[in-house]
């Protein structure tokens, strides 16, 4: 059986911080799109992004999300 390189694929570190970023600081999904939100959205957006890097997490549950909330001030 012949061996092609496309089967051995180049390995791409893309952890490598050769665009200078910085290294400890992760991507954030909605980061670009928080100065077109009300206020009340935006500060809810900043306390769940403060919630998953506090306990390092890329997504929350539902109960999480509450959590977050009532830490807020949200109540029912």
């Known amino acids: ?9 180049t390995f791409v570190d893309r952890r490598s911080n050769s665009d200078g ?13 928080h100065q077109t939100l009300r206020p009340e959205v935006i500060e809810l957006a900043e306390a769940v992004d403060q919630y998953k890097l506090r306990h390092r997490r890329r997504f929350i ?16």
């Open 1 to 9: 059986m012949q061996q092609t390189s496309e089967q051995n694929p």
């Open 21 to 33: 970023s910085n290294p400890g600081q992760e991507r954030r999904q909605f980061s670009s799109s």
């Open 61 to 76: 549950t539902f109960e999480e999300l509450y959590d977050v909330m009532a830490e807020l001030g949200y109540h029912r």
